[in-house]
């Protein structure tokens, strides 16, 4: 079986919170398995950055569930810290 793969946005997160943070809170949620994060400074605010998530799957039906979630929702606010959350948009991989 072929791997799927997703890319994941969170897109303004505090320039502090670090990958290894970011890392343990989307295994988490048990979306896949994390190929890489990428951070990038946001241009109008260097307190804040973006972050990409690249996944992978191996489950054919977690994946197609995972997108149609995502097709049907836009996004999923994940409380990593009561009452701190993240929005998670799907977005296209990026290089």
Known sequence: MKNKQLCLCIPR???NTT???IWSRIVDLELGNIDKIIEIPLK???SYKRVLIKLHYINEELFSNINNYFTENQCIKYVYQM???W???LTHPQK
Do not use: A, C, L, R
Request: hydrophobic letters at 40%; glycine letters at 0%.
């Open 87 to 89: 929005k998670i948009f």
């Open 19 to 21: 990958k290894q943070f």
């Open 44 to 46: 109008n605010d260097s």
């Open 13 to 15: 997160i505090s320039v």
């Open 83 to 85: 009452p701190w959350y």
